[in-house]
């Protein structure tokens, strides 16, 4: 862990984080104590919550401190479905029919059947495992410990291959023909080919970046140290803008021509106009501190609502997408 971040996310905390004891739960009251201003569902007692993702119309979270994987309806808010899956799941990517959890204490990946909404595999990958991605028909898993993503074949569980990728990488991104591996110890982006399995040259990009999103060519990044997201250029990986957001920039989504960014401290959303390249927009939606690297907020646009998961205050709250 980075000794120069006083408050940071992670979640990963724990495993974006670095912190690797396990999750405390954190009861709701019976109301929200806080919350955006338009809140349009509450989903309390998730028990840190950090990883989100759609699939099957269903919004996935995975419950940390609770070794489960909950999905929520979201039209009303209500949890359809919890599923136990490993020790302290952190993060989800959908893919290959399935939505796949990395546990990051016991070192495994969890396939969830979304229609069934059951664990059908549980394949062994290394220590500490965090961030995922689905490319090339295959999951890729990062390995935060050896400082390494490697690709599983989603079929047999078998690791078809080992890329190293430096010092504590904590999220990996699918792009349109890149993987974009965030490598929070090295303040890097590394590029990896998912057809050849081969890292590019790192690219120095920031303070403790996290999470990611490509768009129309551009990779913007959350750099969870600096306070900033910055945008690169996918095909010259340079860095070509960088914006200041709200503080420990975490998660990072995109949707209708904007890209959206939650802040651990509140959490506040930041809105990122694509054309402009310009924060046109914050949105507070909770009163929190900040994480101090002991967890991580996500982000997830499902039709016309932001979700984020709340690690600190145990819940997911929606709102609808910023106008």
């Known amino acids: 862990m980075k000794s120069t971040i006083v408050v940071t996310v992670a979640v990963l905390a724990l495993a974006a984080c670095g912190n690797t004891e396990k ?7 019976a109301v929200p104590l806080d919350g955006p201003a338009d809140l349009r569902h509450w989903v309390p007692d998730v028990r840190a919550p950090v990883g989100l993702v759609t699939a099957n119309g269903l919004l996935w979270v995975a419950a940390s401190s609770a070794d489960q994987v909950l999905a929520i309806e979201p039209a009303t808010g209500k949890v359809a ?47 500490e495992v965090e961030g995922l991605a689905w490319a090339a028909n295959a ?11 490697r690709k599983l074949d989603p079929t047999t569980g078998r690791v078809a ?11 990996v991104t699918a792009g349109a023909s890149t993987l974009w591996v965030s490598v929070f110890g090295a303040d890097a982006l590394v590029p990896v080919d998912p057809t050849t399995a081969k890292a590019s040259p790192p690219i120095a990009v ?11 060519g551009l990779v913007w990044v959350a750099c969870t140290g600096a306070g900033k997201v910055a945008a690169v250029d996918a095909r010259t990986k340079k860095v070509t803008t960088m914006l200041s957001t709200s503080p420990y920039p975490d998660g990072v989504t995109a949707a209708n021509g904007r890209v959206f960014i939650v802040g651990q ?10 054309a402009q390249q310009e924060v046109v927009a ?9 994480l101090a690297d002991q967890g991580n907020d996500d982000i997830a646009v499902v039709g016309d609502d932001i979700w984020l998961s709340r690690f600190d205050s145990g819940d997911l709250v929606s709102m609808p997408i910023p106008a």
């Open 161 to 171: 291959a080992t890329v190293p990728v430096g010092r504590e990488p904590r999220l």
């Open 139 to 149: 999951l890729w898993v990062i390995g935060q410990k050896d400082g390494v993503l």
């Open 23 to 29: 999750p405390k739960d954190r009861p709701s009251p």
């Open 282 to 290: 914050t949105h507070p939606a909770g009163k929190g501190p900040g």
């Open 265 to 274: 401290q509140g959490p506040t959303v930041t809105v990122v106009d694509l």
């Open 81 to 127: 479905a919890t599923v136990k899956v490993g020790d302290t799941p952190l993060r989800l990517t959908e893919g290959g029919g399935a939505v796949w959890a990395s546990n990051f204490r016991d070192g495994t990946v969890s396939r969830i059947d979304p229609a069934t909404r059951s664990v059908t595999a549980t394949y062994p990958v290394g220590p």
């Open 206 to 216: 920031c303070d403790g970046p996290q999470g990611a999103a490509e768009v129309d």
